[in-house]
């Protein structure tokens, strides 16, 4: 390579971040909202960012899960993007995939019902944000 320890791992890291960056945009691009259910994760994004810091807030929840939430809560509060929004659909869809990938992970070590324990908005807006996260089977409205 360049002959210099430094400049060769420099570059490494690099071509290593570039390649991870990109297979990144590739998932995003598959696994993107479709249709109205980017506007309807839209809609709901104020419970959400409620929700995710009520559960990250919550010492009933196992330590790992109040981490990843709080790490979620950094990320979005993040100026810079993994994907620009200049970018079009994904620009703005990474954020409500990564929240999405977050929520599954707290459902599976905490359980639905911790979720709706602290949701802040409506039933109705409850069932909506299972059916988009793919939570599990959404619970009746009463």
């Not at 960056?21 to 709901?44: F, K, N, S």
């Not at 419970?47 to 950094?74: C, N, Y």
């Amino acid at each position: 390579m360049t002959g210099t320890w430094g400049w060769d791992l420099l570059i490494g890291l690099v071509g290593a971040l570039l390649v991870t960056w990109l297979v990144l945009i590739a998932t995003l691009a598959i696994v993107r909202p479709r249709g109205g259910l980017l506007r309807e994760a839209l809609r709901l994004l104020p419970d959400v960012l409620r929700l995710v810091r009520r559960l990250a807030a919550d010492p009933g929840l196992p330590r790992g899960v109040r981490v990843r939430l709080a790490l979620l809560l950094a990320y979005l509060a993040f100026p810079i993007d993994l994907v620009p929004d200049f970018i079009p659909v994904l620009g703005h869809a990474d954020d409500a995939v990564i929240v999405i990938a977050v929520l599954r992970s707290v459902v599976r070590r905490s359980g639905l019902q911790a979720v709706r324990r602290h949701w802040p908005g409506t039933d109705d807006g409850f069932v909506v944000l299972v059916r988009l996260a793919g939570l599990g089977k959404p619970p009746a409205v009463s």
